[in-house]
């Protein structure tokens, strides 16, 4: 929350607001005139109301433990049935003796995540940490090598494969958004025109579409045989909706760089691809690194629809505990927890976007 | 140099790298002869990859035994779909059933960015309000509403609606209109003669109004002073109609919703699915929306405010006349892609029941088995959605630009 | 030609993210692997097959996963078990992307035909149902003009629902749900007047509604519904095998064959008791799979009667009587080709 109120995006207005409320004390803000009064009186009430509705059901009346008739007799929101199945939602159906490599994968990745917030350590070899951290993730969770037993895709599930697609689906619509950015924006006429029409073909259809032609009909372009997994295709999918979401932002920053660095450029004898790489590159990735990381977001959010397709994600998993007998009619329970956890990581998400913009800003280097 | 398209960036570095009148014609280092290289190259390598995934693709439908053509969507569905805009039933073609598939799409899309823009600037408005509780207020719903996936909420608009109650203990705030979790039923107008009168009032009221709006404008660029124009508007808006129908002698009459059986017959309904759907699209699709536009007012240089205020505008109109129209040209093109995401996001509905295009083309390929055929066609509808919007949007950010 | 393998070698070359070329036929694909991919209802089916909270898949349909595995490998935990939704199974079949759809689909003509699949098996006789509240007084489908019918897309019970209403002349309205506990929800919460699908799928929706006994299902059986195991065409070998795994289960309760009491059967006289679990060899041979097959699987899984009872039967959750999955001698169709 403290991220939307944060100075920085405070605005020349709500600036203001805020002078005056010192000036004038609050009581003069919320109760200056009539409207005013009203305002703030029914804004008070209705937050009121909906924080004791929420504390009653999520706190006083609550069951944290228990079993579900218990859970039932307690009358408020049944924590106990998250608590008992707080694993399975994160590890889903991967196999149970082999959760401690999950475990550390999700750990990797939590690692190299909070690593790559730091722009101090934005350097060429946090990319070759990445390279690294994601093989070895790759290698915990599939096996097959140092006597570790080999979990086929099929069976990756849960939060898991939540990230794993997300971090994945980054990691690869980039180079590719990257490629088309430069394919819209070249003089090769054949190249733009391909770049164009593959942009706005794949942003002009819903994702859910995207993903049936992944599911459905990328199986029949695969030569005899060849066995592409779910999962795969869901990358695949992913990296063609990301990259082409991506490669407007791109080309917004590309285009955002002034003429004069190409001359510069030339002028001192590079060709196209270094003075790319050299000039414009860092700048314009650099000029739109929050609109990437809410690219990110939306990415992320939308990691949900991989259900429509099949693949057991976190999403997933708590739609599969529902049916459990043993545990029935708590999916709001179910479903409020799923909606917290990504309101904290995209929340996280889009205010670290936030403390970019101003890091990042031209004023600040001024 | 052949002349280039002036958008294109890159073409700077050409004209820089121009050969030299030295070079001998088609030497490997002169661009053009590169440029052609590059693009033989990759020609080459796209014809080689088409042709591979082609054959792959032409071999693996021979030996699925998939018949491939458009002739199934001749053949009758026989199978029943909720809700139509227009009409269907299930003796009707599956191309029929595509068609009020994309029907109830483009109904859902174009409610929901009418509905959005409305919410959408009003948010952004009382974003800035000068009251702190107010502001914040709507800055929660904005955080709350775009960092929740879109499916979550529409899980939880569509369980909230269908725990109202049934049928029969169905509400009913207003007499005539029926709130239940068979969905909204309102009485509708019985088109008779009374009502062929007053509708053809109102349309005279709608010119009269346009020609008032118009004398106005020009009295006031002549006096400086305008006259009291919405109180002449409203009255004739509102009084035309009823004498209209009161001169055809006639009444009006009204279709009331009525249980019948399981559910209500007659007035007109809104399918608690289509309200789901509906309700769930719009505050998510706002949320981006009211921060699209509380950006777009900033946007506007704060002098503006001092000017009109100078002027003795009072602050409503200083908005409506000043800043918002300056406003729209920072808001538009963020707008329409929001207003493109709301259009494919409405997809969704597969998840909750209502028969949109992707929820019907999937009965469909399940009932006929021909899945590519059906993509290609969902998939060619969704892109001149997509075009005609971005057409559209386009044509009046244009309008609206400076000149 | 040279290209299209240079390009076919690149892909390939991904290694890791695809599984090795089949070489030959299905079974000797699935062998290489070291596994078998069945499919499942997903991303759950109460009773068929849902994941425990360890995450291990459990159920009906996917035991009979275990006993194909246990004819190919002589292991049942040798699967890979993949959630598929109804409209993507098919697809997933064809492609090879699973082995054998073991997720109760329907054995009809065009499935058989147009599809290309084989149905080695009928697992389960079941017929499409409605369920209604007991307090709409409803005693008939016939009693149903008007209704609000849930209904699952992807399926046959769609086709069956319209041509049952139109039959008899009656309006309704159907709504469609992808996600079946979605399906579920909404018509618990009463958005619908009546819920359709197969008598069994009812059974186990009917167990995650709050008060299941507040719901009754029609006698009324709008469609018959043989729900098998299901291969691909030219799959002999992999159909023979997924074929007498089911039948082995069948003849092993026809012969009283228990989980508890295999291995005293083993000692036995009866000369079917002694070829069926091995004892005298010669069947094993025949499918080209361990003589001590039928053993195995009884030893691990238990007969058809306990894996019914175990998952669907009356003291399970879901309460299903056995019916027409009765054996034949006992009043049901279970009718199985004898093991010899």
Known sequence: MSAVFAPSTMITSTFAVRLRVRALGLAKVLFGTWLNGAITIICIALVGWLCWHAYVWAWRDAAFSGNSTQCRAAGGACWAFIRAKLAFTIYGVYPFEERWRAAIAMAIFAAMIGISFVPRFWHARLLAMWIVALALAFMLLRGGIAELEIVPMRNWSGMIVTIWLAVLSLAFSYPVGLALALGRTSELTLIRYLSIGWIETVRGVPLISILFVASIVFPLFMPEGLEVDNLVRAQVAFTAFGSAYLAEVFRAGLQAIPAGQYEAASALGLGYWRTMLLIVMPQALKLVIPPQVNTFIAIFKDTTLILVIGVFDFLGAIKAMLSDTDWLGFATEAYVFAAAIYFVICSGMSAYSKYLERELSPEKNR | MPALPPEIIASNVADIVAPTPSMPRFHRSDPRTRRLIYQGAFFLVLLAAGFYFGSNAAANIARRGLELGFAFLG??????????????????????????????????????????????????????????????????????????????????????????????????????????????????????????????????????????????????????????????????????????????????????PQLQGFNFTGGMALSPEFVALLTGLTLYTTAFVTEIVRTGIQAVPHGQWEASRALGLSSGRIMRLVILPQAMRVIIPPLTSQYLNLTKNSSLAVAIGYPDLISISGTVINQTGQALEVIFIFMAIYLAISLATSAGMNLLNNRLGLR | MKIQRLVGACIASLVGLFQPALAGTTLDAIKQRGSLKCAVQGPSNPGFGVPDTQGRWQGFNVDFCRAIAIMIFGDGEKIQIAPLTTQTRFPALQSGEVDVLTNNTTFVLVRDTQLKFNFPAITFFDGQGIMVPKKLNVQSALKLDGATVCVQPGTTTELALTDFFRKHNMKFTPVVIQARDELTRAYAEGRCDALTSDATTLAAQRTTVSNPADHIILPERLSKEPLGLTVRHGDEELRDIVAWAFNTLVNAEEFGITKANVDEMLKGTDPQIRRLLGVDPGLGAALGVDEKYAYTIIKTLGNYGELYEKYLGEKSPLGIPRGLNNLYTNGGIMYVPPSR
């Open chain 2, 75 to 256: 053949r009758t569905a026989n199978f029943a779909i909720g809700e139509t805009i227009i009409s269907y039933s299930p003796a009707d073609s599956y191309g029929r059933a595509l068609l009020v598939g994309a029907a109830n799409t483009l109904m859902v899309a174009i409610v929901g960015c009418v509905l959005t823009t409305v919410l959408g600037v009003a948010l952004g408005i009382l974003r800035l309000s000068t009251n702190p509780l107010l502001a914040r207020l709507v800055g929660t719903y904005v955080e709350l509403g775009r960092n929740i996936p879109l499916l979550l909420q529409l899980f939880f608009w569509y369980s909230l609606v269908t725990r109202l109650g049934g049928a029969r203990d169905a509400w009913s705030p207003l007499p005539g209109v029926f709130v239940s979790n068979r969905g909204l039923r309102a009485p509708t107008i019985v088109a008779n003669d009374a009502f062929a009168y007053a509708l053809g009032a109102l349309v005279l009221a709608i010119v009269l109004c346009v020609i008032v709006k118009r004398w106005a404008e020009l009295r006031q660029a002549a006096t400086g002073k305008r006259p009291p124009v919405l109180a002449v508007m409203l009255a004739v808006l509102g009084g035309l109609p009823i004498l209209g129908g009161l001169a055809s002698g006639g009444s009006l009459a009204l279709d009331y």
